[in-house]
């Protein structure tokens, strides 16, 4: 009997999947247990149907992304922080400080675990901070840390 798996089963396969399995494998225990739905000709359309939509849906996130990501290597960021002797901040100019002056400033809100940081940024100048907007889509964000006295 064929049927189209609703969600991941570990020895036949994942969610979308159409399986062959014998029926009463299928009868006795995909379909009571709500893992799968017999591979009638209307089911099979509408799987094919909602992988469209799923598709449709990843490229219109994609293409956001795209277009953010655009926006942003525009930007420069300026912060300003108190520094002590050498130019050396006290502490240090987190991510979260960054996606909160992208709100304010630019009005893009930015979750702060979308900037990465590969390290503090503890000098004053300018950095290279790269965002990672989609898991196929990243871009590069400018920021200046200039001091002011204490």
Do not use: W
């Amino acid at each position: 009997m064929k049927v189209i798996l609703k969600e991941d089963v570990k020895s036949l396969g994942q969610r979308g999947k159409i399986c062959e399995v014998s029926d009463g494998y299928a009868r006795n225990f995909l379909i009571p247990r709500g893992l799968a739905v017999e591979a009638t000709q209307g089911n099979v359309q509408d799987l094919a149907h909602k992988q469209k939509q799923e598709e449709q849906r990843r490229q219109k996130e994609k293409q956001a992304a795209l277009d953010l990501a655009s926006k942003i290597e525009n930007i420069d960021v300026v912060l300003q922080v108190k520094v002590g002797e050498k130019g050396r901040l006290f502490g240090s100019v987190t991510n979260k400080e960054i996606a909160e002056i992208l709100e304010k400033k630019y009005k893009l809100k930015l979750d702060r675990r979308k900037i990465e940081l590969k390290e503090a940024i503890k000098a004053i100048g300018d950095h290279v901070v790269t965002v990672k907007l989609h898991p196929e889509v990243s871009g590069s964000l400018k920021v200046r840390v200039e001091g002011i006295d204490k």
